[in-house]
C-alpha cells in the first residue's frame, strides 16, 4: 500500500515538473524552472526507491518529507536566498505543506504500529528487547 502510494506522489511530481515547463500548471501554480526540475528529481527519486522494497519507500518518504516540510518553511519567511529560486507564494506554500505531511505519515506508518503493538504487549516486546 505506501509503495503504491509513493508510486502515485512520484508520477505527480513527475507530472508536475515536466507540465510546468510547458504551461503554468491549473492556471493558478505559478512554478519557477527550479521548482520544476526540484519535482521532476523528486518524482524520479521515488520512482528509483520504491523498486527496491518497501524501505525506500519508507525512505523516501521520511527524507523528501522533511524536504517539503522546510521549504514550506522558508516559504511561510520567504527567505530571500531562496526567493530568487523557488516560488515562495500562498498556493505554493499550502502544496508543499499537504506533501511534507502526507510524506511523514506514509514514512512513520511503521514506527507508528510497532509503537502499538509494544504497548499492546510490553512485557513480551520488553523481554526480546533486552535479550537481544
Not at 12 to 24: A, E, K, R, S
Not at 94 to 122: D, V
Request: one cysteine or more.
Amino acid at each position: 500500500m505506501r509503495r503504491n502510494l509513493v508510486l502515485l506522489i512520484g508520477f505527480m511530481f513527475l507530472t508536475i515538473g515536466v507540465v510546468g515547463f510547458i504551461q503554468p500548471v491549473l492556471g493558478f501554480l505559478d512554478f519557477k524552472f527550479t521548482d520544476n526540475l526540484l519535482h521532476i528529481i523528486s518524482g524520479l527519486c521515488a520512482l528509483t526507491l520504491i523498486l527496491n522494497s518497501d524501505r525506500g519507500a519508507v525512505n523516501f518518504s521520511r527524507v523528501f518529507g522533511l524536504i517539503y516540510l522546510v521549504l514550506t518553511f522558508l516559504g511561510a519567511i520567504n527567505y530571500l536566498p531562496l526567493a530568487q529560486y523557488l516560488s515562495f507564494n500562498g498556493v505554493n506554500n499550502t502544496f508543499h505543506l499537504f506533501i511534507a505531511l502526507i510524506l511523514i505519515a506514509l514514512g512513520n506508518t511503521q514506527l507508528i504500529a510497532e509503537s502499538k503493538k509494544l504497548l499492546k504487549k510490553p512485557d513480551l516486546e520488553l523481554k526480546k528487547l533486552l535479550n537481544s
